[in-house]
T-cell receptor
Framework: KAGVTQTPRYLIKTRGQQVTLSCSPISGHRSVSWYQQTPGQGLQFLFEYFSETQRNKGNFPGRFSGRQFSNSRSEMNVSTLELGDSALYLC????????????FGPGTRLTVT | KNEVEQSPQNLTAQEGEFITINCSYSVGISALHWLQQHPGGGIVSLFMLSSGKKKHGRLIATINIQEKHSSLHITASHPRDSAVYICAGDYNTDKLIFGTGTRLQVFP
């Protein structure tokens, strides 16, 4: 089975722009979670999607949003980018929501200048 | 408040040594995850456990529910084990709360 894929792998954006990141889960996995990793804050949960519904959201401003499609692929969007949004964005998939092992993608490294 | 704390923050070892990384968490956890992150960012899930002990190769993870404590052990450590090890608690809200990570360096 192919692993979790994320596109793009690297991205440079300017402050004020918006960005969309994509995540394709392992085939058959229906839950996708998104995480942000920064040197200062470490890993933090952004949101989780299951069956096209957002099940939970972390403590991030409304500029961070996401969605999940019927094929379980997920996108996250960040509008009005700030310098502090520079981070590694990771998605992880699992078969279902709940206590299941998560399989992580390689991440998208976003740099905001 | 749901919290996960790890120790030590940094760990150096000689090849062959037995290594222990500790993780403590607040009440209410439904599962505890151990993750490994190599330079470059990729994260691999090592273990998910809610009780007892799990073993995979040279890696062993234990959890003590009463003490709210988990440990990750590496036997016969090798330089390729050098990575950041992260524990994360699942508080039954379908989101993980992460520890700050332990940076392990194993020297030949």
């Amino acid at each position: 089975k192919a692993g979790v894929t994320q596109t793009p792998r690297y991205l440079i954006k300017t402050r004020g722009q918006q960005v969309t990141l994509s995540c394709s889960p392992i085939s058959g996995h229906r839950s996708v979670s998104w995480y942000q990793q920064t040197p200062g804050q470490g890993l933090q949960f952004l949101f989780e999607y299951f069956s096209e519904t957002q099940r939970n959201k972390g403590n991030f401003p409304g500029r961070f949003s996401g969605r999940q499609f019927s094929n379980s692929r997920s996108e996250m969007n960040v509008s009005t980018l700030e310098l502090g949004d520079s981070a590694l964005y990771l998605c992880a998939s699992s078969p279902r929501t709940g206590d299941y092992e998560q399989y992580f993608g390689p991440g998208t490294r976003l740099t905001v200048t | 408040k749901n919290e996960v704390e790890q120790s030590p923050q940094n760990l150096t070892a000689q090849e062959g040594e037995f290594i222990t990384i500790n993780c403590s968490y607040s009440v209410g956890i439904s599962a505890l995850h151990w993750l490994q992150q190599h330079p470059g960012g990729g994260i691999v899930s090592l273990f998910m456990l809610s009780s007892g002990k799990k073993k995979h190769g040279r890696l062993i993870a234990t959890i003590n529910i009463q003490e709210k404590h988990s440990s990750l052990h590496i036997t016969a450590s090798h330089p390729r084990d050098s990575a950041v090890y992260i524990c994360a608690g699942d508080y039954n809200t379908d989101k993980l709360i992460f520890g700050t990570g332990t940076r392990l360096q194993v020297f030949p």
